[in-house]
């Protein structure tokens, strides 16, 4: 929790800096805007570690890249990765700037271990993506969950490489149903 | 996105869509040969190459060919005994096929023991030609419960979910095809992935889960008319649709109230009761043949084990302790074994236990092996594997001494289940 409240106020207080037109409180608690909607040409990006595959910034919502809306997880586990948090906190602050935005977590598992108790294990992994995003503010109205276990693979192969690129949760749009 | 159901029956594909290959028989099999039978004109099918394919992927039998011969009897009159004898043949399998002014086939055939000089058994029939195929297999199964003492399972079907194409651009389809993989039809099409096909113990319909609505639901489908209807689709996962024997319910997965659990729904009350509680991943119910409990995977300990819980709900008892990863359990209609999907070392295995001993078996080698469905003659057991990146099916006996591969030539093919016997 205290990590996510640090990273929360290191952005506000970027936005801050760089001057964005602003309209949040500085020092926020984790439940608040950190400023108005990017205006055109205007985008805030957040402070953090890494930030999408690329090592660009990560932007999220329905215009961005797959990259900037996927979460990857160990073998067997639901917990939240911290080199997934500016994935997360990216799509937060989309869905909070856009609370008309419905997204929809998407959970998968690799496909070693039976059908349907991997559909349990891709919604366990969809709700620790939400969880997460409701601490960064997100409203839990915004976001469902469905799991497609191993049924939807985003990778053909049977090494750990494609088996680590499968056990994810995807943050779909409406835009990107 | 679309969605097609078909009718069984109808005009389904004809050609053959899975392949079969023997890979592992039994020593010691018993010489049989089928000599094609008499026929008085042209008929849609080849009844005896259907019993002698049959005969032979038993793995108990040894069928030897009579191609060579001059001699076709196809009455146990014309049989030349010691012409046969002479060939090392035990058992001879002889027939002849009538064409009616109905159009309409009366076959007969007879059991012959070569050894003895005698018929061990005859039957006539009278069909339709579109129920020829399926005779060849009730012909199967006598001469095989005949010379082994056990029943066959020929005469019946097997369900599966092919996946063709890429991720991203997979279609999927439920397919009912003869337990040979033969007369593959087609009874849904969809964009969106199926999972979880059960046969309901009358074989009319099957209940699967569809995503084609972008959540997981339970549809039970009539397999000769097609009809479907919802039957859950709840907030979260609708899974894991197991008949109850006596075919009024179905045991279920929800999570609609929290975490995954073991629900029982009533088809005919339309009534839900939650029989599991609890934060762990709770699926994969199997009825006990008495209709009186039910298995089930549960994480609750850790890891995936199996659990067995009255079907009125109580308190769930453990009954797997080999390894960390026990689970999707098919129970065979005798109630005397429960087949399960085992983890070893990093393999995944089919392992077999006997339900009073609770001593397990690995049957299969691994190391993909899932959905083990049992053939309802209890002696075989159907369940899906990768082989070279591409999903298929194998069958293997009980005591995994005999094997075959069902394999399709452009898809992946996964999730069988074994019909119970065709009325």
New interface residues.
């Given amino acids: 929790m205290t990590k996510l409240l640090k990273l929360l106020s290191v952005t506000v207080l970027v936005a801050a800096l760089a001057g964005c037109a602003s309209t949040g409180e500085v020092g926020g608690s984790s439940d608040e805007t950190t400023g108005a909607a990017p205006g055109a040409g205007a985008s805030s990006y957040p402070y953090g570690r890494g930030g999408g595959v690329s090592g660009q910034a990560v932007t999220g919502g329905p215009e961005a890249s797959v990259a900037d809306r996927v979460v990857y997880f160990d073998f067997d586990s639901a917990e939240i990765r911290s080199d997934s948090l500016t994935v997360i906190e990216a799509n937060a602050r989309y869905l909070v700037a856009n609370p008309a935005s419905i997204a929809?977590l998407e959970g998968h598992s690799d496909?070693?271990?039976?059908?349907?108790?991997n559909?349990?294990?891709g919604?366990?992994r969809a709700q620790a993506v939400q969880r997460a995003m409701v601490a960064y503010g997100v409203s839990p109205q915004q976001m469902r969950?469905?799991?497609?276990?191993e049924?939807?693979?985003?990778?053909?192969?049977?090494d750990e490489s494609s088996y680590e690129q499968n056990r994810r949760v995807e943050i779909a749009y409406s835009g990107n149903? | 996105m679309m969605l097609v159901g078909l009718v069984l029956g109808a005009s389904g594909v004809r050609a053959q869509d899975l392949t079969i290959e023997i890979t592992k028989g039994v020593e010691g099999a018993l010489p049989v040969a089928v000599v094609p039978f008499g026929v008085d004109g042209p008929i849609p099918q080849d009844l005896s190459a259907i019993v002698s394919a049959d005969l032979q992927r038993s793995g108990r039998i040894d069928v030897v060919s009579s191609e060579s011969y001059h001699d076709r009897p196809t009455d146990v009159s014309q049989v030349n005994f010691p012409e046969w004898r002479s060939r090392q043949v035990d058992n001879l399998v002889v027939g002849q096929v009538r064409t009616e002014a109905d159009g309409r086939f009366t076959v007969q055939f007879q059991l012959v023991d070569v050894l003895q000089g005698t018929q061990t058994m005859g039957y006539t029939f009278n069909v339709g030609g579109d129920e020829l195929r399926r005779l060849a297999h009730r012909i199967s199964d006598l001469v095989y419960e005949r010379l082994t003492g056990e029943r066959g399972a020929f005469d019946t079907r097997i369900a599966y979910i092919k996946a063709t194409g890429?991720?991203g651009s997979?279609s999927y389809t439920l397919v009912v095809a003869d337990s040979d993989g033969d007369e593959p039809q087609v009874i849904l099409r969809s964009t969106e992935?199926l999972?979880?096909p059960a046969w309901s113990p009358d074989g009319n319909r099957l209940a699967y889960v569809s995503?084609e609505n972008?959540?997981?639901e339970i549809i039970v489908q009539d397999v000769f008319t097609g009809e479907r209807s919802t039957v859950a689709s709840y907030p979260?996962?609708n899974?894991?649709p197991a008949w109850s024997p006596d075919g009024r319910k179905l045991a279920l997965?929800l999570?609609k109230d929290g975490?995954?659990s073991i629900y029982v729904h009533d088809l005919g009350t339309g009534s839900l009761t939650r029989l599991t509680h609890g934060n762990a991943?709770d699926?994969?119910p199997a009825w006990w043949p008495d209709g009186r409990s039910i298995v089930f995977?549960s994480?609750r300990g850790g890891s995936?084990q199996l659990y067995r819980i009255d079907s009125n709900g109580g308190q769930p008892a453990r009954q797997t302790f080999d390894g960390n990863?026990n689970?999707?359990a098919s129970i065979s209609p005798d109630g005397e074994y429960v087949a399960m999907?085992h983890?070893s070392g990093n393999k995944?295995t089919i392992s077999v236990m006997n339900a009073h001993t609770r001593e397990a078996r690995i049957i299969t080698e691994g190391s993909?092996d899932?959905?083990p469905s049992f053939a309802p003659n209890g002696r075989m057991i159907i369940y899906a594997t990768?082989r070279g990146?591409r999903g298929v099916l194998k069958a293997v006996s009980v005591d995994g001494r005999v094997e075959q591969s069902l394999v399709s030539r452009d898809s992946d093919v996964?999730?069988p289940a074994w019909s119970p016997y065709m009325r």
Avoid: C, W
């Fill in positions: 929809v496909e070693r271990g039976t059908r349907e108790y559909i349990g294990l919604e366990r969950t469905v799991s497609y276990g049924e939807r693979p985003a990778v053909a192969g049977q149903l | 890429q991720p997979t992935p999972m979880s995503f972008r959540k997981p979260g996962i899974g894991a997965t999570s975490s995954p991943i699926t994969e995977t994480d995936p990863y689970a999707r999907v983890r995944f993909l899932e959905s990768s990146g996964r999730d």
